[in-house]
């Protein structure tokens, strides 16, 4: 069992914190023996692996190097992480010293650094990200994890000065948010060029593009967020533009929601989508993408259609369910709340949606570790600490603004307007463990609501004190700042908030946000943001490979009560119903005048009609966005691990992807919405044998699907691309097969599913004992429009590629306890050969009109190279 000792870390925890977060010597020629450094064992552009270890011996350009687990490796200098800091307690002297210089005098410096250092000693407090990584490492690193940049100017021009800006932010380390409503819909008229525009949401995938080229040469990864506004005539395009493979694929999306949208929800009315007369002599001087404004100067829009509300709603919602993209921001609502309502309009969110933002406003965060606040003697939280941690760090915050560097005036100077921090936490579901509190019943909500309360009038107090020693920030007016949606909350049970504001000012425009913390909290061992844990148990894949973690809390208790059940206070998120995770969002929502980065997980059989319910529920409790994941929704996923329910064949849950952890796993099961495909007859035949005459699953023939199941991955390349093929056993005989195929809302992708869902349903059907020979024969050989490799490598279909890994898996065995899933790579042909076989077939996805495989994306839209249908014509 790996654990985590604040002041030593190990296994993962320790090479987060030498990859992300300790100060780095660049010079990796330096490297002599002794030194502990990160060797990459698995050079792979977007599945690279790293290890901890000792260097034992060096020559001129190699090192041998001793890791943590007692292996020895070989590797070039160039592929080792070398490290100035070893040990938490150098980061923590780093961080102190650097936030604490910016005080005004030297008694003031002295004090700082000690109360800096007493929070941030044993992970009280954990610094943001960047804070972390950068803090006097290097002048050009921002000390801010994200920021939104002003919507682009509606021209070439304006787009790629848009580009620039946002790449040199991410070159540093910053994740991006860019609302797409200021550009033109398209097909609307460019006079300048005598032609018609490619519209908001061709240019939303440039922006994706070039960050997915800074995630490739960067040391992390670059984080976009895009949105759009629920008038904007591209809206629709947008909400589904992922549902295209291949298209945006490098950011997160959400689509910006007013009230006046979800009155027309509720009540069943049309909804214009508009966009500013281009024609206007001043829309290239005035338009900036906010349209209130541009109304209230008196300016004409353009109705390009109406639609009825619910339309657009059921687009969001249908998508959302399959994909879990896009978000919701309700926006509107969200000014409303905003305490810079009266001089900054928030107009996009940060990629995780925590942090809503105006144009050139930035992140600045840190989360207090909720789970170091136990009082064991009281058994009830450390008030008194906790407000102590509280107060010094929204201090430790307000200095980061004097201390980061800033690479645009624009963001020096709206930071200094209205310095905005953002503190959160971590370690809230390992607290209410501790306090035997089970996450999502109404006593945790009550909890939720008293400790996020205390600490938002914590933060206020101490924002107010540093006002009246340093000065308010520069825009504040009291009685505008108090009207507020969410100070009218905040004074109505806390009026000594009120009076200090009265008297003292304010430091800070905001103080409060509740980021994700999804590396941070993996490093520090605790659980992450407000979320409850994800499992007890899992897999962790990331950059520096792929990781099996165990929740210290729930095995200490497992080792102090053998062969006993975990208590009913330890939860789950596929524990909690979605409706459980909004009710908890939105009582934390209450306290925090920015916003929250939670995900309502919902299991694989949630319908859509229960996501639209989810959906208005949360506009109904405050919340001001949402997200859900439906189990198994998506290809693409950071944890990983085996369903404690055993209603469904699914492999594995996971919540939403941080946007700086975007990974893949191997093997995924998918309850996303399956096209009709027509199964081949021998397939069905085949069938047939076992299944037909009920549509009623018999427990006396059905195989009930245990917790764990162990097997292997085979990897294929088939005629639609690279085939994952998981097969998992039970008493020594196949019973499931999973298959990951094409990119998630694509034809090959249900189709896939579908083959694999079928194929398990018959090996856990029934008690003969050919079942695997007689799936085997009836797959061999299946044949498409194209096939890939040679002889006895060749791969005709996806079919076929099952019934050679059916073959295969008869050989495979595995005697290692510590893995439920082992990886076998299959290499089918060379990449000469596969190019070859892959130059008339530039696409994974089906014609609907002939069948092959030669679906492509151009001019916009979907058309087939072997018949010439068009989707759109």
């Known amino acids: 069992m790996e654990t985590v000792d604040s002041k030593k870390l190990s296994g993962l925890s320790e090479k987060i914190f030498l990859d992300r977060y300790a100060m780095k010597n660049a010079n990796t020629a330096l490297t002599k023996v002794g030194d502990t450094v990160l060797v990459l064992t698995k050079d792979d552009p977007k599945f690279p692996a790293k290890e901890v270890g000792e260097v034992i011996s060096r020559t001129d350009k190699y090192v041998k190097v001793k890791l943590r687990n007692g292996d020895i490796v070989d590797s070039s200098v160039e592929k080792l992480t070398l490290t100035l800091e070893k040990t938490p307690e150098q980061l923590w002297d780093r961080l102190a010293g650097a936030m604490a210089s910016v005080e005004a005098t030297p008694e003031k410096k002295t004090e700082w650094t000690e109360k800096f250092r007493y929070i941030l000693d044993d992970w009280k407090l954990v610094p943001g990200g960047r804070i972390a990584a950068g803090a006097d490492a290097s002048d050009e690193l921002t000390l801010f994890n994200c920021y939104v940049i002003p919507s682009p100017h509606d021209s070439r021009g304006g787009i790629m000065s848009s580009l620039t800006e946002m790449t040199e932010i991410m070159a540093r380390g910053g994740g991006v948010g860019i609302n797409l409503s200021s550009l033109r819909p398209r097909r609307a008229i460019v006079k300048g060029v005598n032609g018609s525009s490619s519209g908001a949401v061709s240019w939303g995938g440039l922006f994706s593009y070039t960050t997915g080229l800074i995630e490739q040469g960067g040391s992390r990864r670059g984080a976009l967020m895009l949105m759009m506004n629920d008038w904007h005539p591209d809206v629709a395009d947008f909400i589904t533009v992922k549902q295209t493979m291949g298209q945006i694929t490098n950011a997160n999306l959400s689509v910006c929601v007013s009230n006046g949208f979800m009155k027309a929800v509720k009540e069943d009315l049309d909804w214009d989508l508009v966009y500013p007369d281009t024609t206007d002599s001043q829309y290239d001087e005035l338009w900036d993408g906010d349209l209130d404004k541009w109304k209230k100067l008196g300016k004409q829009v353009h109705v390009y259609r109406t639609v009825k509300a619910r339309e657009i709603w059921h687009t969001i919602i249908e998508s959302a369910w399959k994909s879990a993209e896009p978000g919701v921001v309700f926006m509107e609502y969200y000014n409303q709340m905003s305490n810079s309502w009266y001089f900054n309009p928030i107009i996009c969110t940060n990629p995780c949606g925590e942090q809503g933002l105006p144009a050139w406003g930035v992140c600045n965060l840190s989360a207090v570790n909720l789970s170091k606040f136990y009082d064991a003697e009281k058994h009830d939280v450390a008030w008194d600490e906790l407000g102590k941690v509280v107060r010094y760090s929204t201090r430790f915050l307000d200095n980061v603004i004097d201390k980061t560097p800033y690479h645009f005036e624009e963001n020096r100077l709206n930071q200094l307007n209205e310095r905005r ?221 085996e369903k404690k329910e055993d209603k469904s064949s699914d492999a594995s849950a996971a919540p939403k992807p941080d946007v700086t952890e975007k990974v893949e796993t191997l093997a995924t099961s998918s309850g996303k919405e399956s096209v009709h495909t027509p199964l081949n007859s021998s397939i069905a035949e085949s069938l047939a044998i076992t299944v037909s005459g009920t549509d009623k699953v018999d427990d006396k023939q059905y195989k009930r699907r245990p917790q764990i199941l162990r097997g292997a991955t085979y990897k ?93 898996h008869g050989e495979f065995s595995d005697d290692a306890d510590d893995y439920v899933t082992a990886t076998q790579e299959v290499v089918m042909e060379t990449t000469a050969q596969y190019a070859v076989n892959r130059s008339s077939a530039t696409s994974l996805d089906l014609c609907p009109s002939c069948g092959s495989a030669s679906l492509i994306n151009s001019e916009g839209c979907k058309n087939c190279t072997n018949c010439g249908y068009g989707k759109c014509s």
Not at 508 to 521: D, L, M, R
Not at 624 to 630: A, D, E, L, Q, W
Not at 771 to 787: F, R
């Open 421 to 641: 921090v953002g503190l959160g936490t971590m370690g809230l579901a390992e607290l209410m463990i501790m306090l035997q509190i089970r996450y999502g019943s109404p006593e945790s909500l009550q909890f939720m609501d008293r400790i996020y309360g205390f600490m938002a009038k914590e933060a206020y107090l101490a924002s107010a004190d540093i006002a009246a020693e340093k000065g308010s920030f520069t825009l504040f007016e009291a009685d505008k700042y108090l009207q507020s949606g969410f100070m009218k909350t905040m004074t109505s049970e806390f009026p000594e908030v009120g009076a200090a504001i009265q008297k003292k000012g304010m430091r800070n425009v905001t103080v409060i946000t509740q980021a994700p913390t999804g590396s941070t909290g993996t490093m520090v061992g605790t659980s992450t943001g407000i979320e409850p844990y994800f499992a007890f148990e899992y897999y962790r894949q990331s950059r520096l490979g792929f990781d099996k973690q165990y929740v210290p809390i729930a095995q200490d208790w497992k080792d102090a009560h053998p062969g006993e059940e975990l208590p009913d206070y330890f939860v789950t998120s596929m524990d909690l119903s979605a409706e459980d995770h909004i009710r908890a969002q939105a009582a934390i929502q209450k306290w925090v005048d920015s916003s929250i980065s939670k995900t309502a997980n919902c299991p694989a059989d949630f319908t859509v009609d229960e996501t639209k319910r989810l959906y208005e529920l949360a506009f109904d409790l405050g919340c001001k966005g949402v997200t859900i994941y439906r189990d198994g929704s998506r290809d693409v996923q950071v944890l990983s691990t």
């Open 716 to 808: 294929f390349n088939t005629p639609f691309g690279m085939a994952y093929i998981t097969i998992n056993d039970m008493n020594g005989s196949p019973v499931e097969i999973f298959l990951n195929v094409g990119k998630a809302g694509s034809d090959v992708f249900a189709m896939s599913e579908a083959l694999g869902r079928v194929c398990s349903l018959f090996l856990r059907y029934g008690d003969h004992g050919n079942k695997v020979q007689l799936l085997t024969k009836h797959l061999k050989g299946i044949g498409g429009s194209g096939a890939i490799g040679f002889g006895a490598n060749r791969v005709e279909s996806i079919a076929d590629a099952v019934a050679k890994a059916l073959e295969m």
